[in-house]
């Protein structure tokens, strides 16, 4: 009897060490989830900035400072003065990684803003920078993406580019960060007379 006992003992402490087991795995994936949705809305309000020229200043006082008065003129290029987003919609503006003075290419400018409202508003008018002046011409614009939200993306651009390798369409990733759809558009020949 006391077998049977210390037998049924055992296979309850396994049930129940199983279920704990499941129960902590469940805790950290929901846990990883909040932590990645919290990292998604403090980054709802930002923008990032490529290809835009580094300051030549020596202190880093002077380079922040220049990078905030060309964030202050690209905002102004876009036609905002009238549109309601100003410098004062600029919460922080910084520079990602550390400078190497030898590097040809220019360290991403990220710009927080204070509202969505703001982030919509410059998103929407982006398509006016081919039209811009020089300085702000060749500039690129992004939403600032997580790891996780990155990697998606990445993965959808290769399959827009796989799809698009043959056929009659050209596949285009759009739409919000973590909302993104393949869309497909026909693919436009040039004929040469």
Aim: charge should be positive.
């Amino acid at each position: 009897m006391s077998y049977l006992v210390s037998y049924l003992y055992r296979i309850v402490v396994l049930i129940i060490s199983k279920k704990i087991d499941e129960s902590k795995l469940r805790l950290n994936e929901l846990l990883s989830a909040n932590m990645e949705q919290e990292d998604i809305e403090s980054r709802r309000c930002n923008i990032i900035l490529y290809r835009v020229e580094e300051s030549k200043q020596a202190l880093v006082v002077d380079r922040n400072k220049e990078d905030a008065s060309y964030c202050e003129q690209f905002l102004s290029a876009l036609g905002y003065s009238g549109s309601g987003v100003n410098h004062e919609d600029v919460k922080k503006v910084f520079r990602f990684g550390k400078r190497n003075e030898e590097s040809e290419s220019p360290r991403p400018l990220m710009v927080q803003l204070t509202s969505w409202r703001a982030k919509n508003l410059v998103m929407a008018s982006l398509y006016k920078i081919k039209s811009l002046n020089a300085q702000f011409r060749d500039i690129t614009v992004g939403h600032d993406l997580t790891k996780i939200q990155r990697e998606e993306c990445k993965a959808l651009v290769a399959e827009a580019k796989r799809r698009s390798a043959s056929g009659d369409f050209v596949y285009k990733v759009r739409g919000l960060p973590g909302q993104w759809k393949l869309m497909q558009h026909r693919r436009v020949l040039l004929r040469h007379h």
